[in-house]
């Protein structure tokens, strides 16, 4: 009996040894876990308290600012670019599963107004092979388009278009024989798709340069510029200021 007592007893407290330890622990786990939760209440209410700096105002140009170069530039493009068009071209083509033609569109480019007559001037590579050509003008009016005149050795054609006068601008050209000088500015403006107008800008890198044209025979006295000419800006005009045109 007294062997079953002291072995009761040692249970008994090995239990309440047992508990005691779990109700310490489960106090340390609170107590850990409300530390932590204000920890994060804290930083939460520092992160809240804290704000960006406001970003920096941009201080505009004044109107007198702007580069005299930057000016010539825009008023070149605003004076050249009512002229320029947009040149839509469409050949025929083999069905060969129908056993017929059809037309599709082939290619398109650009090109300046040259008179009030509505001529056109462009590449030949633009409306070569062309079943039928269309003309955009400034304001996505187009009109049918003939072929005047080629000069395949020399990259140009001429087109024409039945259009109201009122709605052609003719392109200012230069003097027959313009001071052209290497460094000169050069401004390069196509209508690309029909989309709008772009423009870039280079410099004359050379003068009387040689080109080979179509058949292989050579196309003399080129004027030779770095300004990037744009897919669709292909017979487009190049001006040098003032707002005169190459072709």
Do not use: Y
């Amino acid at each position: 009996m007294k062997g079953t007592t002291r072995v009761s007893l040692g249970a008994g407290a090995l239990a309440l040894a047992l508990l005691a330890c779990r109700g310490s622990g489960s106090d340390g786990a609170g107590k850990t876990s409300d530390a932590a939760a204000d920890a994060t209440v804290e930083v939460g209410q520092a992160t809240s308290a804290t704000t960006l700096p406001p970003m920096p105002s941009v201080v505009p140009l004044s109107p007198n600012a702007r580069l005299e170069d930057e000016q010539n530039t825009v008023s070149v493009f605003k004076a050249v670019a009512p002229s320029v068009v947009f040149v839509t071209q469409t050949r025929m083509m083999n069905d060969w599963w129908g056993g017929t033609q059809v037309e599709v569109p082939a290619g398109s480019g650009s090109g300046f107004v040259w008179d009030d007559k509505g001529h056109i001037v462009t590449n030949f590579h633009v409306v070569d092979g062309a079943k039928s050509l269309t003309v955009n003008l400034q304001g996505s009016k187009s009109f049918p388009a003939t072929v005047i005149g080629v000069e395949p050795r020399k990259d140009i054609a001429v087109l024409k278009i039945d259009a109201p006068k009122e709605l052609l601008v003719p392109i200012k050209v230069a003097p027959k024989e313009p001071h052209v000088e290497v460094g000169q500015k050069t401004i390069a403006i196509g209508n690309p798709f029909g989309l709008d107008h772009t423009l870039t800008t280079g410099v004359i890198s050379a003068v009387g340069r040689q080109v080979e044209g179509a058949g292989g025979v050579t196309i003399r006295d080129m004027i030779q510029t770095d300004a990037a000419i744009n897919p669709g800006n292909s017979g487009g005009p190049c001006s040098t200021p003032p707002a005169s045109s190459s072709a």
